[in-house]
């Protein structure tokens, strides 16, 4: 008891102190892009929290009690934690292909964010969320599971949630099952192991610059619209076309501390691999537990003149995204053991149709058999 009453005493001081500091310098960002660099060690209690979703008209986030974070000092351990492991070196039998998809829909839009404002309404700008159609500001992760899903598989009971894009004033929806990839983020995909259930993090932050979302270790191709790629702010057109969509993929860290299911800035337990030897990627020892990568492919039905597209959260380069884990762990599972680990390219049932031989993990109603 006295150890949690001196971690939040101490956790309340350094609060104010941020708030102080960040009043002196007018309200700049403190936080960097990203999650945690891959040399960086787990954050300790007593640590502050940080601007992460932070943005003009914002108030600063700081950590609350809630339904599953009690004592409010933003931590909320693994239970039971995962140790006694070491980053996977090895290097399995090559394939090209170890991933499988969760295609799931928008259910809703609220100025509300679970993660990083939990139980509060209207601190977060806009979001626009997927998956779990439970999603509010008092998500825990028994709501989540007791909730309905917009996944093609019922097991799929995660919330993933994006700002907002809209053109001009009106609120632009991607339109349809978005592709949610589940990948091995590391050389050796055999060590790749299910999240686990309340799981959570932030991806990118909303007050990154131009350079920092550029030089993102999540980055794939930037914003794409037709032929155009590789752009870190809206394109300034897009062809006028039906097939025509504004486009965005980007990765998650994928390494664990194996620790804690979340961290006060909601980055700091998670960890991006590094590159080791020749075109191997490898879990860093503070982050050693290997999860799937996961990699959101948004697409947004809008083209044409783009001068008047914007996020809740600003420009382009403030693009990022949010995950709660509230996967069926037997489905989770199986689908990370049949496509992950087999080394299969699987869409959302876990059937490679390049090799049908394998079966798929799911039955024709996406469902476990």
């Known amino acids: 008891m006295a150890e949690r009453i001196s971690r939040s005493t101490l956790v309340s001081a350094l609060i104010v102190a941020t708030s102080l500091a960040l009043v002196f310098l007018g309200f700049q960002a403190i936080t960097g892009a990203g999650g945690a660099s891959a040399d960086a060690a787990p954050r300790t209690a007593g640590e502050p929290a940080t601007a992460a979703h932070a943005m003009r008209g914002h108030v600063m986030a700081v950590p609350v009690p809630s339904g599953d974070d009690p004592d409010g000092d933003g931590y909320i351990p693994a239970n039971p934690p995962v140790t006694g492991v070491q980053p996977s070196t090895d290097i399995p039998p090559h394939r090209y292909f170890h991933e499988f998809q969760a295609n799931c829909s928008v259910t809703h839009t609220g100025s509300v964010d679970p993660i990083v404002y939990p139980g509060q309404l209207n601190k977060s700008h806009n979001h626009t969320f997927m998956g779990n159609d439970t999603t509010d500001e008092n998500s825990t992760t028994a709501s989540l599971s007791a909730g309905g899903t917009a996944c093609k598989a019922p097991g799929d009971l995660s ?104 961290t006060p800035d909601h980055q700091a337990h998670m960890a991006y691999p590094r590159a080791q030897g020749a075109n191997q990627n490898v879990c860093p020892p503070t982050h050693p537990v290997a999860l799937p990568m996961i990699e959101f492919k948004m697409a947004w039905p809008v083209n044409g003149d783009m001068s008047q597209v914007s996020l809740a959260s600003g420009t382009g380069h403030s693009f990022h995204y949010d995950f709660f884990n509230a996967w069926d762990e037997a489905t989770l599972d199986a689908m990370v053991d049949h496509c992950i680990v087999g080394g299969l390219q699987c869409d959302a049932r876990g059937y490679d149709e390049s090799n049908p031989g394998e079966g798929a993990a799911l039955d024709e109603n996406y469902e476990l058999p």
């Not at 007050?207 to 702010?233: I, L």
């Open 159 to 262: 919330a993933y949630w994006i700002p907002t894009l809209y053109n001009g004033d009106q609120e632009v929806r991607p339109v349809g099952p978005q592709t949610i990839y589940y990948k091995a983020g590391v050389t050796d995909y055999t060590s790749v192991r299910p999240f686990p259930k309340g799981l959570r993090f932030v991806v990118g932050n909303p007050m990154q610059t131009a350079d920092e979302f550029r030089n993102h270790p999540g980055k794939v191709e930037g914003w794409e619209c037709g032929e155009s790629y590789n752009n870190f702010e809206f394109p300034a057109t897009c062809p006028s076309r039906p097939d025509v969509q504004l486009n965005l993929r980007m990765q998650a860290p994928s390494c664990w501390d194996g620790q804690h299911l979340d």
